[in-house]
């Protein structure tokens, strides 16, 4: 009995001692999770959401324009709590409004972006001061984190949507030419040529003339004295390279199929307008480019140029006619040998001497016809015909020289 008792005792003691105690029963095996900090306001910000229109793949949409500007923290809670417009806010505004005011309207042009011509603008944006200071103490007050800019819009004359208005959807046609290698007086007529030519609208059923849209060829407008093919030789006159200009949107034009209402070739070859025949004189009032828009809508003419390449470009935008167009290559014929050369005045040469201002040119005829093709399988063809005189070569001698007649 005493060994049974001893026994009992014995476990008792060893349960006791496995057991644990109150104090490592209450600690925990893992750390109490941290309470999440509190979420900061957003930074209350000035927001302007505009839309402006654009034509691309033939088609009007709208564009989103987004800016946005930050607003002081300290001028947000000062005006919060004193429920007005805190002074702490001006140099944000101010930052918003130079933004907004420098937006000044552009009108709207087509540019190519990666092979699709695409016509946008940009519009003029005065921003409301006081309509925006309002707003933005009444979302600040409303416990918002942004308020809208009060802007007017100002639309440019010439804008997306007038094109879209008078049918200029899509690219129809392009001319180019290069002038490389011309005389500085050349390259300055040119330019000032095409900037003329620049943007601007041919009426469905007007005809286009050349003469009326450039205007006066002077000094006066921006012309500058070079050479021109007159009396059998060259001689100076405000805005020689004109033809440059006449010939490269002739090109174009003709390229949308529009009919030749009046077309003159020179009276002799000039490499610049090569391919030979592919190409339109002027010289006013005499001779004139005549093209006649015959189609349902308005063209749109875009001038453009490369100085550094020296290459000039005219590209029509319309509503595409549902016609084809393929111009042939020029077969030339009839060649007669050069003239005999001719002399012109020149400061810069000494008495006696003489310099090569112009190289001799064989006679010819150049013909290249145009096919078009209509809906429902009709073709019509027309042949541009240019017949040109034998060329001397052309010196330059000084004033007074006995072999100028």
């Not at 111009?327 to 007669?336: Q, S, Y």
């Not at 809906?375 to 020289?401: E, F, I, M, N, Q």
Request: net charge positive; proline share 6%; glycine share 8%.
């Amino acid at each position: 009995m005493r060994d049974v008792n001893r026994l009992l005792t014995v476990t008792v003691a060893l349960a006791a001692a496995l057991l644990p105690t109150a104090a490592h029963a209450a600690t925990p095996t893992q750390q109490a999770p941290r309470k999440a900090a509190p979420a900061q306001a957003a930074a209350f910000k000035l927001v302007l959401n505009a839309q402006e229109p654009r034509i691309t793949g033939g088609k009007l949409q709208k564009i989103d324009v987004t800016k946005s500007w930050p607003m002081n923290d300290k001028g947000v809670t000062a005006s919060r709590g004193a429920k007005k417009f805190s002074s702490l806010l001006s140099a944000g505004l101010d930052a918003a409004q130079k933004q907004i005011d420098a937006r000044a309207p552009k009108p709207a042009t087509f540019r190519n972006v990666g092979g699709h011509w695409t016509a946008t603008q940009q519009n003029g944006w005065t921003l409301d001061r006081e309509a925006t200071k309002q707003a933005i103490l009444k979302a600040i007050l409303a416990g918002q984190d942004r308020a809208e800019a009060v802007v007017k819009v100002t639309a440019p004359t010439r804008s997306v949507q007038v094109l879209a208005d008078r049918g200029v959807l899509e690219h129809v046609s392009t001319g180019t030419s290069s002038f490389k290698g011309s005389p500085a007086f050349r390259v300055t007529n040119v330019l000032v040529g095409a900037q003329k030519l620049d943007n601007f609208f041919v009426a469905p059923g007007h005809t286009f003339d050349f003469a009326k849209e450039v205007g006066d060829i002077s000094a006066s407008t921006g012309f500058v004295k070079g050479y021109v093919i007159s009396g059998g030789t060259l001689e100076k006159e405000d805005g020689g390279g004109i033809c440059q200009v006449s010939t490269t949107i002739f090109r174009a034009m003709y390229q949308a199929g529009l009919p030749i209402v009046e077309r003159h070739e020179h009276s002799h070859r000039v490499e610049y307008y090569d391919p030979v025949g592919f190409e339109a004189t002027v010289y006013a009032p005499a001779k004139n480019l005549r093209m006649k828009n015959d189609t349902a809508r308005y063209l749109f003419v875009q001038a453009s140029w490369d100085r550094k390449a020296q290459t000039l470009r005219f590209d029509l935008f319309g509503t595409k006619p549902d016609r084809t167009v393929s111009i042939g290559k020029p077969v030339v014929t009839d060649f007669k040998p050069a003239a005999t050369p001719s002399y012109t005045p020149d400061n810069r040469v000494r008495p006696g001497g003489r310099r090569l201002l112009d190289v001799p040119v064989q006679g010819m005829t150049s013909t290249i016809v145009r096919t078009i093709k209509a809906p429902g399988g009709k073709v019509t063809r027309d042949t541009l015909k240019s017949v040109y005189k034998p060329w001397g070569a052309v010196y330059g001698v000084a004033p007074g020289d006995a072999r100028l007649k």
